[in-house]
């Protein structure tokens, strides 16, 4: 029997878990108290300080750039494109739908490598059978 069994249904039993060890405590005060050599003496650690964020700029992860293809589809053709695969869109300049893969805009050396990738998945998924005459 381990010696965790008795608090296996007790929710606080991880942090009884961290006290064993004899290294930390948590004081259920935002703060935890830290052993130095002995058992007996501890010493209060403050919790970490509030992060500001208030004078940080600004920014977005919009990196996308429309591929010559994309960029020439007719409103009509992504219209007719979402429609086929019933696509919902919701929003405002939502970006039109990418058919292929090469579309993306990966450069090339990346797109070869995934392709590679998958027609290797692709062959290995087929020599899981025998063949047979």
Known sequence: MSRYDSRSGDPSSYRDRRSDSG???????????????????????????????DGLTPFEKNFYVESPAVAEMSDREVEDYRLQREITVEG???????????DVGFPGY???LV?????????????GGSLQN
């Open 110 to 112: 990346f797109t070869i």
């Open 115 to 127: 392709l590679l990738r998958l027609l290797l998945h692709c062959l290995s998924v087929n020599h």
């Open 92 to 102: 405002l300049d939502v970006p039109k739908p990418v058919k292929s893969f090469r």
């Open 23 to 53: 290294f930390g405590a948590y004081t259920g005060y935002g703060g935890s108290v830290r052993s130095s050599s002995s058992r007996n003496s501890y010493e209060v650690v403050e919790s970490p300080r509030k992060l500001d964020l």
